[in-house]
């Protein structure tokens, strides 16, 4: 039974900071590609940053600078620290996990991210 739980969403005040959290079960953690999407009502959901097993990582342009996707194998967990948060970032987040690029995508429930003064 593959699980990902999500925590860390809150309400911020723009220009606040977060770090959400994923610990996985299941899965063979090191080995996995793990993701940060993120999705609004209404619109398609958004592939925020991706870290490989060997640590690579990748960020869409509107989060660069800001946002930072890390690692912990030996606690198999996934975190994005976000900073400098604008009510845009308002989403529900989502943490992925695949195995390899085209395979199966398993996925957390998401939380919730709220940027608002």
């Not at 809150?10 to 999407?37: A, E, H, K």
């Amino acid at each position: 039974q593959v699980q990902l739980v999500e925590s860390g969403g809150d309400l911020v005040q723009p220009g606040g900071s977060l770090r959400l959290s994923c610990t996985t079960s299941g899965i063979n953690f090191s080995l996995y590609i793990m993701g940060w999407y993120r999705q609004v009502p209404g619109k398609q959901r958004e592939l925020v940053a991706s870290i490989t097993s060997g640590a690579g990582t990748k960020y869409t342009d509107s989060v660069k600078g800001r946002f930072t996707i890390s690692r912990d194998n030996a606690k198999n967990t996934v975190y994005l620290q976000m900073n400098s948060l604008r009510p845009e970032d308002t989403a529900v987040y989502y943490c992925s996990a695949q195995i390899s690029q085209y395979a199966q995508i398993y996925w957390g429930k998401g939380t919730q991210v709220t940027v608002s003064s």
